[in-house]
């Protein structure tokens, strides 16, 4: 069970605009922690896809956003291309006793 | 070019030890906080341990607690993590990944280590 709630699969047909939610608490999202987003080609290391909620290392496409409100964020990916099709990961911080670096469970992106 | 390399991976009974490491280039290791992550087949990411630049903050995920250590050497610019006491739920790639603030686990990610914990 993973402290952020991701769906475990999405998908859209090329060209189309997907989202993948990133659920958390008050004691991570809405605490103000960052949300950094990661993509897993299959087979690959992880990515950095987006971090400090909304911002694209250099080399990423704009066709990637990243948003952030209350305990939830989001990623968008728009103008969907068959080299999408990967695991996408959230991660953000938890400050509750136990916590500390957390990811999502990751999401699954099919383009159909 | 930021370089992250992980070895020492491979099958190792229950109850064995195993200590990877992570050799770096290509940015200033000491100024960097540096980070474990594993995946187990087929699972997702699962953050392990983490170490400040100077080794003076050091964290673990419950589940590695007790079992697991991490450390550095900045004059050799490697990361290291002892893994003792290990178990079949240890099996997973372990990639080394360089800390980018703002409590962001892996600006950069080496291409991982596979460890196996079976009899």
């Known amino acids: 069970q993973s402290v952020l709630t991701q769906p475990p699969s999405v998908s859209g047909a090329p060209g189309q605009r997907v989202t993948i939610s990133c659920t958390g608490s008050?004691?991570?999202?809405?605490?103000?922690?960052?949300v950094h987003w990661y993509q897993q080609l299959p087979g690959t290391a992880p990515k950095l896809l987006i971090y400090?909620?909304?911002n694209r290392p250099s080399g990423v496409p704009d066709r990637f956003s990243g948003s952030k409100s209350g305990t939830s964020a989001s990623l968008a990916i728009t103008g969907l291309q068959a080299e999408d099709e990967a695991d996408y990961y959230c991660?953000?911080?938890?400050?509750?006793?136990?916590?500390?670096?957390?990811f999502g469970g990751g999401t699954k992106l099919t383009v159909l | 070019e930021v370089q992250l390399v992980e070895s020492g991976g491979g099958l190792v009974k229950p109850g064995g030890s195993l200590r990877l490491s992570c050799a770096a280039s290509?940015?200033?290791?000491?100024?960097?906080?540096m980070n474990w992550v594993r995946q187990a087949p087929g699972k997702g990411l699962e953050w392990v341990s983490s170490?400040?630049?100077?080794?003076?903050?050091?964290y673990y995920a419950d589940s590695v607690k007790g079992r697991f250590t991490i450390s550095r050497d900045n004059a050799k610019n490697s990361l290291y993590l002892q893994m003792n006491s290990l178990r079949a739920e240890d099996t997973a790639v372990y990639y080394c990944?360089?800390?980018?603030?703002?409590?962001?686990?892996?600006?950069?990610w080496g291409q991982g280590t596979l460890v196996t914990v079976s009899s």
């Open positions: 400090g909620n909304s």
């Open positions: 991660q953000s911080y938890d400050s509750s006793l136990s916590g500390h670096w957390v």
């Open positions: 290509g940015f200033t290791f000491s100024s960097y906080s």
């Open positions: 008050s004691s991570n999202i809405g605490a103000g922690y960052d």
């Open positions: 170490i400040s630049s100077s080794s003076s903050y050091i």
């Open positions: 990944a360089r800390d980018g603030g703002q409590w962001l686990v892996g600006g950069y």
